[in-house]
């Protein structure tokens, strides 16, 4: 996600005394045309969630499924990345690209009109395969059109803001078009422009394959992904059903998979996941707080979404124009990230970062009364304006980190701790926000509710309100109320933990990074 990344592919640039040539008016066509199927990528990890409510009434999913519609795009993307960027060196970037643009589009239409549950976690499962296909080709192919290192550096910032954008109007674009159409309608929204990337592609990309690039090995992709989704999926059985023995030897299974998967990479010419850049201290550091910070984001706002919508009533519209504020803070940190680069050191600019992030998550805490939509906007407002430069910073720590001859490597496992760290905030945060109010709820249903009505309230909020639809007053009213407040403290401590996560980084980054200049 730097220009530092690309040292790797640096070495077959003109001599030094010799100007790079400058990029005319079809790169800059050609980088507008990359930047739409990136901001599509992002957008799918949140534009979802205000669709959530219609979802649930129409396929009737359990909460397990539900979980699973939501966040196992995110872990297809994650667990395909590293293999996908290894596709490209062989095969061809652009190449990939529009492969990749084709199942994008056919999996869309396939998840539009899915009638069952499963049906649309099989589609969003083939949307992330193919999603993962986008961040590494599109990422080598600006490094191919741009040789000015000021350009270069200029077209990698509108690379990283259409990433950041994306995910930030996936709620506001859902929001849209679930006012007028059916849920199925925000998946369809990609069909137009993965049209126009097939059309464009071959006249404004160039090609690009590395010849003496090694072969995959198919099998250390597998294993990664068994790897991911088994740990996932046994934490989500734990956390809907309880701990039990079957979950249990799920999360087992699967670390057993990881352990087979990072000895294989110890033994191959060309593994898939370098383990030697792990042997440096401010690599990991920089990783883990790239991870844990699209982990509490993501996390925090698949309940966000569902807070505007069922606690506060408020339409998919309204709902997806109040996401504005932190959409438009999320856009302005990362704009504002190279400057700000420039005038701190990483470790002020990320502990301050993580620090007034904190406050921001605190400020959440705060739900539950009259003025629930400033607290939330003044929030999410606060978090996403501190939080949105650390990506950068530590992406550019991550990579130049590493030595100049894995710096390839590098790029890939930052971009995969990313999406994976979304996609796991979205899963146990969300399955722990479940927990929570499976717990609060337990005792605070009103009078005269029936044992199977309780039962299905019991399984999460949005069962709750579409279970007690057909109830009598007053015992509607007040158990949707009590269903809320359950809801709201649930809320509030997912926002506590974000908090306080925020501030773990933060003391991490002052004790591990303090040498770092």
Known sequence: MTTVGFEK???KLPNKSMPPPKATRREWIGLAIIALPCLLYSMDLTVLNLAIP????????????????????????????????????RFGRRKLLMIGAVVFGLASIFAAFANTPNMLILARACLGIAGATLAPSTLSLIRNMFHDEVERTRAISIWIV???????????????????????????????????????APKLLP??????????????????????LSIIYGLKQSAAYGTSLSATLIVLFGLMVATIFVRRQKILTYPL??????????????????????????GLFVHLAQYLQLVLHLTPLIAGLWTLPWMLGFVFGSMAAPNLAQRYSPIKLMTTGLVIGA??????????????????????????????????????MIIGSAPPERAGSAAAISETCGELGGALGIAILGSLGIMLYRYLIADAFPEGMSTEVMEHAKLSFNDAVNAMQPLAEP???QAITKAGEAFTRAMQCIAAIAAMCSLVMAAMTLKFLKHKK
């Open 359 to 396: 406050v921001g998550f605190a400020i959440l805490t705060q739900l539950g009364g009259a003025h629930d939509l400033a607290i939330i906007v003044i929030g999410s407002s606060i978090f996403s304006l501190a939080m949105a430069p650390i990506f950068t910073v530590a992406t550019e």
């Open 162 to 200: 259409s990433f950041s954008l994306g995910g930030a109007i996936g709620p506001l674009v859902g929001g849209i078009l679930l006012e007028k159409f059916w849920w199925g309608s925000v998946f369809l929204v990609s069909l137009p422009v993965m049209v126009l990337l097939l059309l464009t």
């Open 273 to 298: 996941m370098d383990l030697r850049l792990f042997q440096n201290s401010h690599f990991n550091v920089a990783l883990v707080i790239y991870t844990l910070s699209g982990f509490i984001l993501f």
């Open 54 to 89: 219609s979802i649930v009434a129409d396929l009737h999913p359990t909460s397990t499924q539900l979980l699973w519609i939501v966040d196992i795009y995110g872990f297809f993307v994650a667990g395909s990345l590293i293999t996908m960027g290894n596709l490209g060196d």
């Open 9 to 11: 592919l640096n070495k």
């Open 207 to 228: 090609e690009y394959r590395d010849e003496n690039a090694g072969q995959v090995d198919h099998w250390s992709a597998l294993l990664s992904l068994v790897a991911i």
């Open 475 to 477: 015992i509607k009213s």
